[in-house]
């Protein structure tokens, strides 16, 4: 089983609070992910990061931001939660070339 | 336990040429298969998915992928290939469990298959 882990794991909210969504993954991995999954199971990438002090966005504009200041560490904040931010999200990490994604098991969030 | 296994590693093909990737799943129940595909620098994006019903799936950017349940196997086509294809393809099973009651989905990805075009 893979070592990445995502808290909480379930967070149910209200409009216009602070929160972080937190990824560790004790494997060493440079490459880290954040992907808003759909109810479709599409995974659509909001974050990557490719090592410490690297960030970008990815493919689906989001109003949260991330930070890499450890190797092991890829947190994903949203300082205003809306109700249009329900969703699973979910964090993955890569090892080298051909290795394969490791997914945490994702944040449901949902906002009132 | 679910697992995905993509044999190879690289594969190169001509323009125009035909292309086919293997993925072989291995899975309790009925499973659930996706192809994704990852450009540098970009996300994942969806190729398509078989949920249930017919076994030939066609997706986006021209690609089908055909389910045989007597072989384990979704292996992605595509009859045609462009240059703009070269990218590393992802064969997934997932299980589509309690996602009303908030249980969460999980995907399993194979290791990814590297495509290059060659002009």
């Known amino acids: 089983e893979a070592d990445i882990y995502q808290t909480p794991r379930y967070l149910v909210i209200g409009t216009g609070k602070k929160i972080t969504l937190e990824c560790s993954q004790t494997?060493?991995?440079?490459?880290m992910y954040w992907y808003q999954q759909d109810p479709g199971m599409e995974l659509h990438l909001i974050h990557y990061?490719?090592?410490?002090?690297?960030?970008e966005k990815g493919d689906l504009s989001s109003e949260s931001t991330v930070s890499r200041i450890r190797t092991e560490h890829f947190p994903l904040t949203l300082e205003s939660a809306r109700p249009s931010h329900t969703s699973q999200y979910l964090c993955?990490?890569?090892?080298?070339?051909?290795?394969?994604?490791?997914f945490g098991n994702g944040t449901r969030l949902t906002v009132t | 336990a679910q697992s995905v296994t993509q044999p190879d590693i690289h594969i190169t093909v001509s323009e125009g040429a035909s292309l086919e990737l293997r993925c072989n799943y291995s899975?309790?129940?009925?499973?659930?298969l996706f192809w994704y595909v990852q450009s540098p620098g970009q996300g994942l994006q969806l190729l398509l998915k078989?949920?249930?019903?017919?076994?030939l799936v066609q997706g986006i950017k021209g690609f089908e992928a055909e389910f045989k349940r007597s072989q384990s196997s979704f292996n992605l086509r595509k009859p045609s290939v462009h240059w703009s294809d070269a990218a590393e393809y992802f064969c997934?099973?997932?299980?589509?469990?309690?996602?009303?009651?908030?249980?969460?989905?999980?995907?399993?990805f194979g290791t990814g298959t590297q495509l290059k075009v060659e002009l």
């Open positions: 494997m060493g991995h440079d490459k």
């Open positions: 993955a990490s890569r090892g080298q070339y051909n290795s394969p994604l490791h």
């Open positions: 078989y949920f249930s019903g017919d076994t």
């Open positions: 899975y309790g129940a009925t499973p659930y």
């Open positions: 997934a099973v997932g299980a589509l469990r309690c996602v009303l009651t908030g249980g969460g989905n999980k995907l399993t």
């Open positions: 990061s490719y090592g410490v002090n690297s960030t």
